[in-house]
């Protein structure tokens, strides 16, 4: 079964996902960072964490065929196809309120980090804290001096990644309002979401 979403641009969005099923996240116009968590579904202070797959795929995120776990290293999304160049960012916070102060903007500017709090709330699982999240087609190179560089995103309109719940779980979504720095192209665009459900047995890996 499939659902056709849409996140609109600047806002988020939390869907439940059961064992099995998949989520692609379009990346229609190339240049648009989606922030990506992921709670599971009988505990949401148990959630996916970056730190934590950084050292399961021995790299800054992971490729086709990888997953990402859990802050108990448990397993819960796999990476089962990367139309992308693959460059995902996993180590920068999700942009919020303060961040926006910081870089000099003098109205209220929205955020992924409130982006995910309003998702969680509107599905009634409002949560206490904001993981780091999974930055998909986000482009932080490191320079060799160790330099974070805010780089411009790599990809093309239609890029996408799917990614498998390995167990039932929640995964929000934030399309990244930032528009001071160039990683969204300075243009924060709405971000299409497929669901396919019930594919248990399809196989997970
Ligand atoms: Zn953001």
Redesign the pocket.
């Known amino acids: 079964m499939r659902e056709d979403l849409l996140i609109p641009a600047r806002h988020g969005m939390a869907v439940r996902l059961a064992y099995g099923d998949t989520v692609t996240i379009v990346n229609e116009s190339g240049t648009q ?1 989606v ?1 990506t968590w992921a709670f599971c579904a009988d505990d949401l202070s148990h959630a996916m964490s970056m730190e934590h797959s950084r050292v399961e795929n021995g790299r800054l995120c992971a490729r086709e065929g990888g997953q990402y776990v859990t802050d108990r290293r448990e397993p819960i999304l796999y990476v089962t196809q990367d139309a992308s160049p693959g460059v995902h960012d996993t180590i920068m916070a ?2 919020d309120p303060q961040r926006y102060i910081n870089l000099g903007c003098k109205e209220p500017h929205r ?2 980090s409130c982006n995910l709090h309003e998702a969680m709330i509107a599905i009634e699982c409002p949560i206490a804290k904001t993981p780091q999240p999974l930055n998909l087609f986000m482009n932080i190179p490191i320079g060799e001096d160790m330099t974070l560089i805010q780089g411009s995103p790599l990809g093309k309109p239609g890029d996408f990644v799917t990614l498998r719940a390995l167990r039932d779980c929640i995964v929000a979504f ?1 399309a ?3 528009d001071i720095t160039p990683i969204n192209g300075h243009s924060p665009s709405a971000v299409p979401l497929i669901i396919e459900r019930g594919n248990v047995g399809a196989g997970a890996h």
């Open positions: 960072v922030d999700a942009c955020s992924c934030s990244c309002p930032q």
